[in-house]
């Protein structure tokens, strides 16, 4: 998994290589390997005005790739969308979950897998409204 800010996402991708945008948004250590990497992305509502710029990157960074995903929101405008992540990699060693409030997580599946990607907009939410306490 990962985590982007729009803050990591280089500006002029004419200026920087493949690798340099890969290490700056965090994904220095996934390569163009045998297998295509399939990006599964969920961006806050505050990252909208990156989202461009960072499905770009992917497409120069990742050629092949294919990406999916949809922005994270929230029943009521009075509230943040929270990102929730799994980071299997921390300065201790252990596997950490996290909750965020802002940027894009996302997950790199590789791997013989197939992806297909259909669009759905207008979506409404299915069921009850739940409050997660722990």
Known sequence: TFHVMGDDIPEDLGMVSSDDWKNNVGLGN???????????????????????KFLGGLSYA???????GGVA?????LSRARLF???SINVGGTGQPETLTDGCVGAVLKGDIQVK?????????????????S
């Open 30 to 52: 996934f390569d163009n390997g045998v297998d295509d990497e399939v990006f599964m992305l969920f961006p806050s509502p505050s990252f909208q005005n990156k989202v461009d």
């Open 62 to 68: 990742f050629p092949t790739s294919t990406t999916f």
């Open 73 to 77: 929101s929230t029943v009521s405008s």
């Open 85 to 87: 992540r799994y980071s």
């Open 117 to 133: 990607v259909m669009v759905s907009q207008g979506a409404k939410p299915v069921g009850g409204i739940y409050r997660v306490v």
